[in-house]
């Protein structure tokens, strides 16, 4: 006897009513912060800025070098700020932390 399993979610018609709606509201909490991961000299975190408006984007790199020339642009970029972060198993968190 064999059983065939159909994945409820491959259809976008039985998943929008339930996962969609609430994915579309719970992006509204998170579309104010940004994570640029490997900023390096904070180019796109600059972007984002001036493209996306968020409230604040936080760029991490492991470069000491990149992070401090980014953060020298931070003075004209308020909510912009700067890590250096080699850690990706312990991704960094905005200040307070969102989750």
């Known amino acids: 006897m064999s059983t ?4 409820v ?9 339930f996962v969609g709606r ?3 509201r719970a992006a509204r909490e998170f579309i104010a912060w940004w994570l640029d991961v490997g900023c390096g000299t904070g180019a796109l975190t600059q972007t984002i ?3 996306a408006a968020p409230c604040e ?4 790199d492991p470069s000491e070098g990149f992070v401090a020339y980014a953060r020298a642009l931070e003075a004209r ?3 912009a ?3 250096i972060f080699n850690d990706l198993a312990a991704p960094p968190q905005p200040d ?3 989750f």
């Open 96 to 98: 307070p932390p969102l």
């Open 9 to 17: 979610w491959a259809s976008g018609d039985a998943y929008e009513p």
């Open 57 to 60: 984007v936080l760029g991490v």
């Open 22 to 24: 609430w994915s579309r």
């Open 77 to 79: 970029q308020e909510a």
């Open 49 to 51: 800025l001036t493209t």
């Open 4 to 7: 065939t399993q159909h994945d």
């Open 81 to 83: 700020r700067y890590r």
